[in-house]
């Protein structure tokens, strides 16, 4: 084995290791936002109820309450639907079947 072989050797693992830790993969950057307002995100579908979100969604009217009196936070992937809901809540009902 050359030494260009164990640097790319070398590399992978690295990767492994960022990935396993859950460091950013090289050239992957993703932003979760640190909060999300979903209260806001149902009023730009029309202001439709807890119940009417949490049933084309996915969520749990329970889960929505929490969110919006402020009890509980989304977690990250949770933030990260909610954030592709916000910004394409048509292509999300269209995947989900619900459109």
């Known amino acids: 084995m050359d030494n260009k072989d164990f640097r790319g ?3 992978g693992l690295g990767e492994a290791v ?3 830790r859950g460091d950013d993969a090289p050239g992957i950057r993703v932003h979760i936002p640190a909060t999300i307002d979903t209260k806001t995100i149902r009023a730009r579908l029309g202001g439709i109820s807890q119940a ?3 049933q084309r969604f996915g969520f749990s009217v329970g889960s929505i309450r929490d969110w919006e009196q402020g009890r509980r936070m989304p977690d990250p992937s949770t933030r990260a639907f909610l954030k592709v ?4 809540p048509a292509g999300v009902e269209k995947i989900l079947g619900t459109a």
């Open 85 to 88: 809901i916000a910004n394409d």
């Open 18 to 20: 960022a990935h396993v």
């Open 9 to 11: 050797i070398m590399d």
């Open 52 to 54: 009417q979100f949490a």
